[in-house]
């Protein structure tokens, strides 16, 4: 079938929800209607929070106040401080420290909470005032309450996703009777990462839409943000031997325009580049700086407001490039556009000016964001810094870190594995990590490091140990540290390598692994991996780790999958599936529905597989993505196969589309179009590949025509992007299909009619 067919279908199943929403509307003008607003007198419920409460549980009974608005509109309610005596429902929000009604009115008494754990609980009321109902919603912290709140709202039929909120398709009955819930999380970390690079990632994003997208994860619990930098960003300012950092870009130093010829570019609005809204027009390093640092604090602000503990990820062994003429022997890193440099062959894990740069670095993070709670130090991703492995092993050593292993094992182990850092980049990994881990143990001598300015301690957390050194992670990092692991770049990798997560001392140091949600290198296309995602959760909870981070670029496709990890958090056993048909099902009101959006689902992830296997790097945002598929080498199976599970994806979102109302409707046709764009983008991959086979034959004729598709191709993918553009992420995908892919295809294409 083609991509007509499914554009027919698409316009079949708008016309007829229309039909169907006019037909309800002829019906409801008469009797419908009387049902929605019936002449009886409006309940009453008053929401009680406490008069000197945090201002979490404050905000927190405001939010249940505009839930209860929105799922009861006749509802009268008031939130006060004082239980009013002819209220027939009362919500009591906070705990008996935070809200003396709380314990009043609790007379089996405030049960053993953590921290982090919640309860809803109905209050029996004098049987002689049985109309009176009573309900507590509170937890061991003031955050546990607003999350408990949230899912009070949750038990009611809401559902949080990133871009908003679903309410019920029919509205739930008021009703505070029957709640016993006491909640405790079954993974006590639950972490947001943020910030990344790349343009169509949340780099992009402005403050407001961070902002928006915070609230939601507040609403599915997450509690900890990771504000994951890089050194060529411009969120940072410190100096060392008279050398300031100077270098304050975005996305790799790359620029995007969106003017002229770009396909969608009614989606900049007239702009000339493609920019983050809090740093447009802005060109020099102070003006970027300035703005990054009045960024990152409004981040810090937003994630403490809804109770969110905030840690920032940088690497600090990677400089911008200003600062080799104070590192002697220094070189250029391995990365996108030569931006940073590495120590090198006369700086050793020792190297007393080494340690001061890096000291200065945290020092200046220290000052800048004084609210900061958690300091992640990442090992770099190609660690090159490893001429002097020997001797930090042997300092490890002697320090009680590695005991049973010797270098020789440890490489064996690295090389041999089935990662992608194997063979010579897993020894080199191996060396490089021991080398940087014997620099971290020798910079945290000095303990003040990790102090801030009121005195309390940073929590360190150190990132992207390598996977050969887990059965010792308790003892090579700095003594308190935790650590937060990652194993390969896609979920199904790590899956597929789980058997490492058990070789984690989970009891003996804090662990969190990332997930990840949606890889950079698998690229810009739609992605899921919810079969790989709920592999690890089980594993997590089974080896006792503190849990996860997430991570990803585009947020597009992953309301599913942040909303399992959300469930799965708390709740044991929970199935990927269930979650997400019990998601959908309450979202749509439509049971078939849902269970047609696991399909989808299903055919998203075995797409997504599909190229992680075979291809890892197909649609790396970089120069070159498209335009490297275009030689002469057969046209691999594996694109048919590709092709086919997106075309079964799109099938699915398109019937289940046409059987649904409510919240979900825009939703699910948002997902529908973006997977037409996935359609596309293949369509081009294989015309761009004919082109040259049919250049190769002799064949010029043929040639351009099938270039001509692949333009055509990418044009209508764009086009469909851009067609539901909602966010930043979706404005810096179609900057990114216009500079990577559009205009190199149409340079070929006129070059080769010109010929």
């Known amino acids: ?94 705990s008996p420290s935070t809200n003396a009604a709380v314990g ?26 049985a109309k009176r109902q009573i309900l507590v919603v509170g937890g061991g912290s003031p955050v546990a309450t607003l999350w408990a709140v949230y899912e009070l709202g949750h038990r009611l039929g809401i559902r949080y996703l990133l871009r908003g909120d679903l309410f019920p398709v029919t509205p739930p009955v008021l009703s505070l009777a029957g709640y016993d819930v006491v909640m405790e999380p079954k993974l006590r970390s639950r972490t947001w990462r943020t910030v990344n690079d790349f343009a169509m990632g949340p780099e992009s994003w402005s403050l407001e839409q961070h902002a928006v997208c915070l609230k939601q994860l507040a609403k599915l619990k997450y509690n900890r943000v990771m504000l994951s930098v890089y050194p060529w960003q411009p969120f940072i300012s410190y100096e060392f031997k008279g050398v300031k950092k100077e270098t304050a870009v975005l996305w790799w130093g790359n620029q995007y325009r969106v003017d002229g010829d770009t396909v969608g570019k009614k989606v ?28 990152m604090q409004g981040l810090i602000e937003h994630s403490h407001r809804l109770g969110m503990t905030v840690g920032v990820s940088i690497s600090p062994l990677e400089f911008p490039l200003e600062f080799q003429k104070v590192l002697p022997g220094s070189k250029v890193g391995t990365g996108l556009n030569g931006l940073t440099v590495v120590p090198a062959g006369e700086q050793g894990p020792e190297d ?63 090389s041999g594995r089935n990662l992608v850092a194997s063979g010579a980049r897993g020894q080199q990994a191996i060396r490089g990590n021991l080398v940087g881990l014997a620099f971290f143990r020798k910079l945290f001598t000095n303990t003040d490091l990790l102090t801030r300015g009121d005195g309390k301690k940073l929590e360190l957390v150190i990132s992207d140990i390598d996977s050969a050194l887990f059965s010792v992670l308790d003892q090579i990092v700095p003594p308190g540290a935790g650590a937060l692991n990652f194993v390969d770049y896609t979920a199904r990798r790590v899956a597929e390598n789980r058997g490492l997560l058990a070789q984690v001392p989970a009891s003996k140091i804090r662990s969190q692994l990332i997930m990840t949600l949606a890889d950079d290198n698998v690229g810009i296309l739609p992605q899921s991996s919810l079969g790989s995602l709920e592999v690890l959760v089980d594993e997590l909870k089974k080896q006792g780790w503190d849990g996860f981070s997430t991570r990803y670029w585009v947020p597009a496709e992953l309301d599913s999958s942040v909303y399992f990890l959300s469930r799965a958090a708390w709740e044991h056993p929970l199935t990927a599936k269930d979650a997400v048909t019990e998601l959908w099902t309450t979202a749509t009101g439509n049971r078939s529905a849902a269970e047609r959006l696991w399909l989808a689902w299903e055919h998203l992830e075995k797409a997504t597989s599909l190229i992680d296997k075979n291809d890892l790097g197909f649609t790396f945002p970089v ?41 979900a409707f825009p939703v699910l046709f948002y997902y529908a179009k973006r997977s037409e764009y996935a359609l596309a983008y293949f369509e081009a991959v294989t015309a761009i590949r004919e082109s040259a086979i049919a250049s190769k034959a002799g064949d010029s004729e043929k040639a351009i025509e099938q270039m001509e598709k692949a333009v055509e191709s990418i044009y209508s993918g764009i086009t469909a992007v851009a067609d539901v553009a909602t966010d930043q992420s979706d404005r810096g995908l179609v900057a990114i299909l216009n500079e990577y892919a559009y205009r190199p295809l149409m340079a070929e294409f006129e070059k080769l009619s010109a010929e």
């Open 1 to 94: 079938m083609t991509r007509q067919f499914f554009l027919l279908t698409q316009i079949s199943c708008v016309v007829l929800q229309m039909r169907q929403t006019l037909i309800r509307l002829a019906v409801s003008s008469g009797f419908v209607l009387s049902l929605v607003f019936p002449a009886a007198a409006a309940e009453q419920l008053a929401v009680v929070v406490g008069a000197d409460a945090p201002q979490l549980e404050r905000y927190a009974a405001d939010e249940l106040a505009g839930q209860f608005r929105k799922l009861f509109p006749q509802l009268e309610l008031s939130v006060t401080t004082e239980v009013p005596t002819d209220a027939k429902e009362i919500i009591l929000v906070g």
């Open 104 to 129: 009043r009115n609790l007379s089996s008494g405030w049960p053993k909470l953590t921290d982090q754990g919640i309860l809803l609980h109905s209050v029996k009321t004098d049987p002689a005032d």
């Open 268 to 295: 900049f609005r007239g702009a000339r580049l493609f920019e983050n809204p809090d740093f447009a027009g802005m060109t020099t390093s102070e003006q970027m700086t300035k703005a990054g640092i009045q960024h």
């Open 352 to 414: 007393p000016d080494l340690l001061k740069l890096v000291s200065n670095m945290i020092t200046a993070w220290k000052q800048t964001y004084p609210d900061l709670d958690t300091l992640y130090l990442t090992l770099p991703e190609f660690p090159e810094w490893d001429q002097h492995a020997g001797k930090a092993f042997t300092l490890l050593k002697a320090q009680g870190a590695i005991s049973d292993a010797s270098l020789d094992e440890l490489l064996a182990a690295a």
């Open 623 to 663: 120069p070159g993505m498209l335009m490297k598929h275009y030689n002469s080498e057969p046209v691999p199976e594996w694109w048919k196969e590709a092709y086919d599970a997106y075309t079964e994806y799109l099938t699915e979102l398109y019937r289940a589309h046409g059987a649904i109302n409510g919240d």
